[in-house]
Nanobody
Framework: QVQLVEYGGGLVQAGGSLRLSCAAS????????MGWYRRAPGNQRELVAA???????NYADSVKGRFTISRDNAKNTVYLQMNSLKPEDTAVYYC???????????WGRGTQVTISS
């Protein structure tokens, strides 16, 4: 079992920045890839960014150059630095972790990010 708790959502103006954090606990030694997804009203959940245990990253085209995902394995925490935020970035952001051995996925409860124009 893995528990994920997100921090750092909020309301900011367009052009501003936010930093999301996700702390993992439980069977953390089994975690391989961690990532951030988001779901905007009326839309499906989509991948924002992901990072492997070795540090390889993957980003949605819509956030490349603006968002940066990073991971502190010692703190069992993954971060999402979001810069140059746009109103279309408004969504609930979810942390995701994948277990290396089984491929099972775990999700946090989500944190609301709202960007005002």
């Amino acid at each position: 079992q893995v528990q994920l708790v997100e921090y750092g959502g909020g309301l900011v103006q367009a052009g501003g920045s936010l930093r999301l954090s996700c702390a993992a606990s439980g069977s953390i030694f089994s975690i391989s890839t961690m990532g951030w997804y988001r779901r905007a009203p009326g839309n499906q959940r989509e991948l924002v960014a992901a990072i492997t245990g070795g540090g390889s990253t993957n980003y949605a085209d819509s956030v490349k150059g603006r968002f940066t995902i990073s991971r502190d394995n010692a703190k069992n925490t993954v971060y999402l630095q979001m810069n140059s935020l746009k109103p279309e970035d408004t969504a609930v952001y979810y942390c995701n972790a994948v277990l290396r051995s089984t491929g099972w996925e775990y999700w946090g409860r989500g944190t609301q990010v709202t960007i005002s124009s």
